[in-house]
Every structure is written in structure tokens, then in C-alpha cells.
């Protein structure tokens, strides 16, 4: 039987390779600037700081066995955090993008990282795609605010046990996301917590 270090074996931080370092500067230059240079919302990157990137990859490379999924590709700066833990802990991310443009930028960004031997990138709406997965072991989600309900109630029956869900954004955009942290925190599929890192974690472990 394979033990610890065959499954948990890889470092993620310390010797990122240099073309995720490169793209991940990349993004973060032109993430910078969309918030002040006037370009409109939905063509923004709108990705995560450092920071939750760093959490994201440390909880999703501790989560239990299963597909790494991610809601909401923007131009794949997450996934790259993401695909560090999934090398790490030999797995896959799968990533779901429904605009366009986005995905085009996605997929620049992991062919300039060199990461498309742990990602697979799908275009469309995550609820089609994840009603054949099951056995989730970590998701991701960061889609548009509105849709955060259907998408909780769409994962958590996915998740494994002991499967993890982090929702982005629900301390920046309390005004929208407190009913599904309340909902979360009340529901007995799951235990909940608030993360107060990046623009506020939701992270929920199914039990």
C-alpha cells in the first residue's frame, strides 16, 4: 500500500515553476490594473489575491481523494493555484468557464504555464457539467454571485465525505452572499466556517 509520502509528496510553494510563476505575475499586472483603468465588470479578471490562492491550494491539496473542481475559470489564475495542488497530490483540476472570452484567456494561461497535463478546462455551465461527478474531494467556487445558491445545493451532494466546498467573496459581498453563509452554517450535510483571508472564505466540509 502506497504510504503518506507517495500521495502527499510534493511541495507546492517553494519551487513554483517558472512558468506558473511568470503567468501568475502576469494576471496579477493585468488584474491591477482592470480595477482601475475603467474596463467593465465583466471583462475583469476579478481573481483572487495571493493570499486566498496560497489558502486555496494548502486546503485543496489536504481535501480527501477525488476530483479538484473549480466554478468560474475567469482567465485561470485560481486554477493555477489549484493545479499546484493537484500536482502535488497527483490529481486533476477540472475548471468551468461560461463566457467566451474568458475561456480563450483560460486557455492562454495554461498553455503559457504549461499546466494542461493536470487541467481540463470546460466551456459552459457548471450545474450541466457536474451532474456526472461525484466524489468530490475539493470545489472552488467564484461564479457570479446571484447564481451561488443553485451552485451550493448543485456541490454539496457531490462532494465526498469529508469533501471540501470554499465559496469566494461572501465577506466583500455580504450584502448578496450572507443568506448562503447562513444557510450553510445551518445546514447538518455540512460544517461551515468564515475565513477572514482575501475578500472572505466560505469554507464547508461535507460530513
Known amino acids: 500500500m502506497a504510504g503518506p509520502s507517495s500521495r502527499y509528496g510534493g511541495a507546492m510553494f517553494h519551487d513554483i515553476p517558472a512558468p506558473v510563476a511568470a ?40 481535501a480527501p481523494d477525488g476530483p479538484i473542481v473549480e466554478i468560474g475559470t475567469s482567465a485561470g489564475y485560481s486554477t493555477l493555484w489549484l493545479a499546484l495542488a493537484a500536482r502535488a497530490t497527483r490529481r486533476r483540476v477540472t475548471t468551468f468557464e461560461i463566457l467566451p472570452a474568458k475561456v480563450a484567456l483560460a486557455r492562454e494561461t495554461f498553455t503559457a504555464a504549461e499546466v494542461t497535463d493536470v487541467v481540463d478546462l470546460v466551456a459552459g455551465d457548471a450545474r450541466d ?6 466524489g468530490i474531494g475539493c470545489c472552488f467556487l467564484d461564479a457570479e454571485k446571484d447564481d451561488y445558491g443553485d451552485l451550493y445545493e448543485t456541490i454539496v451532494p457531490r462532494l465526498a465525505p469529508g469533501g471540501l466546498l470554499i465559496a469566494d467573496n461572501v465577506v466583500s459581498h455580504a450584502d448578496t452572499l450572507q443568506p448562503l453563509v447562513d444557510r450553510a452554517m445551518a445546514d447538518r450535510r455540512v460544517d461551515a466556517v468564515v475565513v477572514p483571508i482575501g475578500k472572505g472564505e466560505l469554507v464547508c466540509r461535507r460530513i
Open 23 to 62: 503567468r501568475m505575475a502576469e494576471l496579477e499586472r493585468r488584474d491591477a490594473a482592470d480595477r482601475t483603468d475603467g474596463t467593465p465588470l465583466l471583462e475583469r479578471l476579478r481573481q483572487i489575491p495571493p493570499e486566498t490562492g496560497r489558502f486555496l491550494a494548502i486546503v485543496a491539496a489536504t
Open 129 to 134: 457539467g457536474l451532474e456526472t461527478m461525484t
